[in-house]
């Protein structure tokens, strides 16, 4: 597989240092863009992707032939438009689609960094994103968007620079990541490092790879991402392609070999380290304690118009979570609205169509906009 | 835009932060904020009615009036705007008690139960009655604890909450009400509108 062509990349030169006390310099951060930036540079949008997503925000994604993970929200006339907004996405520090991660070359001895890469956190990822805006030449956002650890971006990259977009659109997330949350990723970090062939984290990635530990953890994750009720609506206890149960351990329920099937493509385009990595940066989030417990402070110097959008049926990151993140905002005087959305389809919801979360998206973003150049 | 919320618009001078609990479609909002220049916020319930919001361009937090006042420090805004909802709360004391630590002024406007109206078809038709602000049957109606502008006037002053203005409302016509004629506004008027502080 030629990945390299599809790939565009920015090398940071500047030095940057670490959560953990490592500094890096002169690093890839791959992105893509969508839409054209305006004369005016003030209709940007920086889009930041979820734990397994990267870059490729919509489209056809180049290096996996499929949608664009966020195809149902961007695109010329969505709800992020890009017949007016100029879209930015980059791929995580830590990732597997070209940006600085662990299956990189060490330059200190030539091998691959594996489990050597050091351990980077959500406050990482932003510090390093943001050196797309001065590649851009974008003094000002106007709004930064995400769900999942995307929101967690959002939120961290607003507090980092409180001055540097218009509008802020967490979705779906948390400023905390809870015991839960750290449950589940834990669980899927055991299963790909209890794979033998995961070796440490020495594996060859174009020889043997943990597929099977790196699938179970996807399987796992995934359950997480939907809800009962639309699990029960949409598999029930329906049998794959047989009559009756067999009385053995193949799959004989359609849900579990969906679950085998999504670990399966899984494996063929995420790589299990960075899967380790990337958990433990949304594992170590916690911007209350970045100010003393006290999350308004996070947000203190910020003038940014917030939109906050939770999911009814999202367990991952409830409602609750989400709505603290709304009670820090006012007790900060910040300009925050937030919705609920009514969906069956769990934590996934904001990955979905979704038409009543689409249309929220859509209208705060517009009018914001149109606002704006009212104002000018 | 109907009278109660010209009403309530001209008791709010101009550049004031403003909240709207139970702001509905934001009617009231986008007028406040095109007319008075407010940083106008809302509360709604309704999802729905959220989103007609949203489409509008307000800044409106889903959320209800008797759990998530809470979330604002105190006197954050300049004006807490409650619009014939505290009847329909489980407990309007609580909330009337939150509108004042959130407002540094709060504008209360209630649904008159001594209104004439309401006394003659009670009086004579011996049912529970029906006009244009209480449009509802006994079975479905939100109201929960329905009061008369002389019960609502009393309560504050029991709670040593000052009223700077209470108005009387009747279709079009407004007018001031003071404890010396308050027994007449009570029985003339279809909604009050006070403007209090604590």
């Known amino acids: 597989m030629n990945t390299e062509k599809h790939i565009k990349t920015l090398i940071i030169k500047k030095p940057l240092k670490l959560d953990c006390g490592k500094t890096i310099k002169n690093f890839p951060i791959a992105y893509e863009t969508y839409g054209s930036l305006n004369p005016k540079k003030d209709n940007a949008i ?30 010329p006339d969505k709800a992020i438009d890009t017949n007016k907004y100029f879209v930015i996405c980059s791929n995580v520090l830590g990732g597997c689609m070209g940006s600085y991660g662990p299956s990189h070359i060490d330059p200190s001895n030539q091998n691959i960094f594996g489990t050597n890469f050091p351990v980077i956190t ?93 699938a179970v953890a996807r399987m796992a994750a995934h359950i997480t991402y939907l809800s009962k009720k639309g699990l029960q609506e949409k598999f029930g206890r329906k049998l794959q392609e047989r009559e009756d149960l067999k009385f053995g351990f ?33 594992d170590y989030f916690d911007l209350a304690k970045q100010f003393k417990g006290n999350l308004s402070d996070a947000f203190i110097n910020s003038k940014a118009k917030f939109f906050i959008i939770s999911f009814t049926s999202d367990w991952l990151y409830p409602t609750q979570e989400n709505k603290e993140i709304v009670i820090a905002l006012n007790s900060a005087g910040a300009d925050v609205g937030f919705v609920e959305i009514k969906s069956d389809k769990g934590h996934d919801s904001f ?14 973003l517009d009018k914001s906009y149109t606002e704006k150049k009212n104002e000018e | 835009m109907k009278n109660e919320f010209k009403v309530i618009a001209d008791l709010i001078e101009i550049d004031k932060k403003v909240l709207d609990v139970g702001c509905a479609d934001g009617v009231l909002m986008k007028f406040l904020k095109n007319n008075k220049n407010a940083n106008i916020r809302g509360l709604e319930i309704s ?38 909802t505290l009847q329909a709360f489980l407990n309007p004391e609580l909330v009337l008690d939150e509108l004042l630590r959130v407002g540094k002024k709060a504008i209360v406007t209630i649904p008159n139960f001594g209104y004439w109206k309401v006394r003659f078809h009670l009086l004579f038709k011996g049912t529970m009655p029906i006009t244009k602000t209480l449009p509802d049957e006994w079975y479905n109606t939100p109201n929960l604890h329905m009061c008369t502008i002389k019960d609502f006037f009393h309560f504050v002053k029991s709670k040593d909450i000052k009223i700077f203005k209470s108005l009387a409302l009747n279709n079009l016509s407004t007018s001031l009400i003071n404890s010396g004629n308050l027994g007449i506004k009570n029985l003339f008027a279809d909604l009050g509108i006070f403007l209090i502080e604590k």
């Open chain 1, 46 to 75: 920086l889009v930041f992707h979820a734990l397994t997503g990267d870059q490729f925000v919509t489209g056809i994604n180049p290096i996996t032939n499929k949608d664009g993970w966020w195809s149902y929200a961007v695109g």
């Open chain 1, 351 to 364: 990955l979905l169509d979704v038409p009543d979360f689409l249309y929220a998206l859509k209208n705060f």
């Open chain 1, 122 to 214: 959500i406050n990482d990822m932003v510090n390093a994103q943001y050196n797309l805006l001065d590649h851009f030449g974008i003094d000002k956002l106007f709004s930064i968007a995400g769900g999942s650890m995307g929101g967690m971006q959002v939120l961290q990259f607003i507090s980092n620079f409180p001055d540097k977009s218009e509008t802020v659109i967490p979705i779906a997330t948390t400023s905390s990541h809870s015991a839960q949350n750290i449950a589940f990723n834990e669980l899927g970090r055991q299963a790909i490092t209890a794979d033998s062939d995961w070796k440490n984290g020495n594996y060859d990635k174009n020889n043997t790879i943990p597929g099977k530990g790196l």
């Open chain 2, 47 to 84: 999802k729905e009615k959220v989103q007609e919001c949203i489409a509008k361009g307000l800044t409106v937090i889903e959320g209800n009036a008797e759990k998530d006042l809470k979330q604002f420090p105190d006197k954050s805004f300049d004006y807490v705007v409650l619009s014939q």
């Open chain 1, 250 to 282: 193949d799959a004989d329920f359609q849900i579990e070999s969906y679950l085998r099937y999504q670990g399966s493509v899984f494996v063929e385009r995420f790589d299990a380290n960075s899967y380790l990595y990337i958990t433990r940066a949304m």
